[in-house]
């Protein structure tokens, strides 16, 4: 059974990087097509769609953060990464990571989620 | 960047409602779309994919419909389990844009 794991610091101070790592387990996700994102929520707020990796030629990104977010995932193709620059308290979420099958509109797997907070 | 547009923010149902929430897209999605439902502190969960495809496990009670720009997704006969908010997800340009959600909560 496909697992992913976010992890990284709970908290970020204003103005510095966020970075994430997203750790997968489960032979399945290493072959095949598959578009591996980030999703954030703010507390209390809806569904952000980050951005995803699919190969090295097709990375994509939310307009209103492609200036800040870089999305990377490792060539072993079991840790995928986040990094969010110059954060504010706007970025304080909870990131999700999910692994979605391409072509297949929403199958997949997801993270349960890690927390972070922007505050000095 | 296609605009999804989901309605009704907040919707108050009774036990063996039948419930029905809309998500309307700026441009035509060829019916690359899901549904999640979310429950505090989970990840969310897929219902429904590629419009009206139920995915497995998921209860019967739940069925997407739709096409083109407007698609809907219904529970036949509201279950305790049920309440919980409700996204959609666009997969036919090259942003994933969620609808704002759909908080289904008891009457």
């Known amino acids: 059974q496909v697992q992913l794991q976010e992890s990284g610091p709970g908290l970020v101070a204003p103005s510095e990087t966020l970075s994430l790592t997203c750790t997968v387990s489960?032979?399945?996700?290493?072959?095949?097509?598959?578009?591996w994102s980030w999703i954030r929520q703010p507390p209390g707020r809806g569904l952000e769609w980050i951005g995803y990796?699919?190969?090295?030629?097709?990375?994509r990104y939310s307009p209103s953060l492609q200036s800040r977010v870089t999305i990377s995932l490792d060539t072993s193709r079991t840790r995928l990464s986040l990094n969010v620059n110059f954060v504010t308290a706007a970025d304080t979420a909870v990131y999700f990571c999910?692994?979605?099958?391409?072509?297949?509109?929403?199958?997949?797997?997801w993270g349960r989620g890690t927390l972070v907070t922007v505050s000095s | 960047d296609i605009q999804m547009t989901q309605s009704p923010s907040t919707l108050s149902a009774s036990i063996g409602d039948r419930v029905t929430i809309t998500c309307r897209a700026s441009?035509?999605?060829?019916?690359?779309l899901a549904w999640f439902q979310q429950k505090p502190g989970k990840a969310p969960k897929l219902l429904i994919y590629?419009?009206?495809n139920l995915e497995g496990g998921v209860p019967s009670r739940f069925s997407g419909s739709g096409s083109g720009t407007e698609f809907t997704l219904t529970i036949s006969s509201l279950q305790p389990d049920d309440y919980a908010t409700y996204y959609c997800?666009?997969?036919?340009?090259?942003?994933?844009?969620f609808g704002q959600g759909t908080k289904v909560e008891m009457k």
């Open positions: 489960g032979a399945s996700v290493s072959y095949g097509s598959y578009h």
């Open positions: 590629k419009a009206f």
């Open positions: 441009q035509s999605l060829n019916n690359w």
């Open positions: 999910a692994v979605y099958t391409t072509g297949e509109s929403g199958r997949g797997y």
């Open positions: 997800q666009q997969f036919n340009s090259q942003s994933y844009t």
């Open positions: 990796f699919h190969d090295e030629y097709r990375v």
